[in-house]
């Protein structure tokens, strides 16, 4: 009677115990799976950010290009709304990016496009013609929004592209 008194003791211990491992483990596993979620959604925030960005950069000077082909007739409130629409994307990526490509954006990015208003935008809107310098300006600033943007924002998405790693 003892041996199987004790068997029972064993049995129940175990049962108690398996229990409280199975608690501990689907626990953590929730806890894993909320985590990962959450850097999913921060993921794909950041994504957003770094498209509307860059679409509403190119947007803008695209704009501007087709400005400067066609002039400036009735197009003052188009480029306003372009404008409008490019700082938001601006300010919004800010928020999201990391130090990285914050400190990128307010030392490279800003600076360039500073430039770029200050001599292409600005010729443009007096009506003159674009010098040298303007035409520069803008094309070393669609480089960098083509080519060494790209190069700053792929890090930030990385768990956007190869998931199981």
């Known amino acids: 009677m003892e041996s199987a008194t004790m068997a029972a003791v064993i049995a129940a211990v175990a ?3 398996g229990g409280l491992l199975t608690a501990f483990a ?3 596993v929730e ?3 909320l985590r990962a979620s959450l850097l999913e959604k921060a993921q794909e925030r950041r994504l957003a950010g770094i498209e509307g960005f860059m679409l509403a950069t190119s ?10 082909e066609t002039g400036w007739e009735d197009k003052h409130e ?3 709304r372009r404008v409008r629409a490019r700082d938001e994307a601006y300010r919004r990526l800010l928020l999201l990016s990391s130090d990285e490509l914050y400190r990128w954006l307010k030392d ?9 208003r200050k001599t292409y935008v600005r010729q443009l809107r007096s ?6 310098q303007a035409l520069a300006a803008r094309r070393a600033f669609n480089v960098m929004l083509r080519d060494d943007l790209m190069d700053k924002v792929r890090p930030e998405i990385h768990k956007l592209r190869d998931p199981v790693t």
């Open 15 to 17: 049962a108690v115990v």
């Open 26 to 28: 689907t626990r953590s």
């Open 31 to 33: 806890r894993l799976r």
């Open 59 to 68: 947007l803008w000077m695209d704009w501007l290009t087709y400005v400067q």
């Open 78 to 80: 188009e480029l306003n």
């Open 108 to 116: 490279t990015y800003l600076p360039a496009e500073h430039l770029v």
């Open 127 to 132: 009506g003159i013609e674009i010098d040298a």
